[in-house]
């Protein structure tokens, strides 16, 4: 691997940004109690009909995480397409923003990252919501908005557009190692600062939490069932599979939520 990159590999580049996924899941682990949800069990290893495209997703809950994912989908060895996403769901005892990363390579040989705090309440009426968690990231977001090895990207869907907040960091790049190491540092601070906010967060009072969680899982259906990818998933995977995997993603395999 080089800086240049048209010499890198896109199995190298897979792999750095799994491994980036990796650690942050290490970290959860060590501050969560984390167990993995068996209704997920078969989807650990999947393939496509034809057997081009594997794919991987394991799911965990715990006492202050309802939900979260850990996968991948793509195939590094042949193909330069490949998505990863790591999203963690909190439970309704406090409003702490949830947090979203995913990682990918396209075709072209460009990267993305997407790493974003998703809002549990309504931000252009919740102002102290707003100014306590997107105000701290918004210099990030300018910066990096003013970064030329960065290419800001914007998704076509309308629904995609509206899930994501207002500092939400979600850009394209050459696969250099430059780039590699600041999406790492970007998702490190992310996380760090989440913690952060999860160790410090007032207890949310008891009425309140029904309706929070019911918000959450509506948020988290839609979400899933919305992303615009998912046709490609089908087609790839077949609509039986595709259908799990959308499930698998919001939590709505097994029993929880039938």
Known sequence: ??????????????????????????K??????????????????????????????TAFSGEEIDWLVHSWLGNPEKSNFSTMRLT????????????????GTFPNGNILFYIDYIARTELLTDLAYLDR????VNQTFLKLQDDSRLKAFTS????????????SLCYTSAPTLETLELIRTLAHETLDRWLTWVD????????????????????????????????????????????????????GVGSRHR
């Not at 076509?156 to 500092?167: D, E, G, H, T, V």
């Open 156 to 167: 076509k869907s309308a629904y995609i557009r509206l899930f994501q907040s207002p500092a």
């Open 200 to 251: 410090t967060a007032e207890p949310l009072p008891e009425d309140a939490r029904t309706a929070l969680a019911a918000r959450d899982l509506a948020l988290r259906r839609s979400s899933a069932k919305c992303d615009p990818g998912n046709k490609f998933v089908a087609q790839m995977f077949g609509s039986e599979l595709a259908d799990k995997l959308v499930r698998s993603l919001w939590g």
């Open 88 to 103: 963690t769901w909190l439970k309704s005892h406090i409003q702490v923003p949830h947090l979203a990363f995913e990682f």
């Open 1 to 26: 691997m080089t800086q240049q990159p048209s010499d890198l590999d896109n199995k190298a580049v897979f792999e750095q940004l799994w491994g980036i996924t990796k650690e942050l899941h290490q």
């Open 133 to 136: 968690y997107y105000e701290p």
């Open 28 to 57: 959860l682990e060590a501050r969560f109690q984390l167990h993995p949800d068996p209704s997920v069990e078969d989807l650990q290893q999947y393939s496509s009909l034809d057997g081009n495209m594997k794919g991987s997703l």
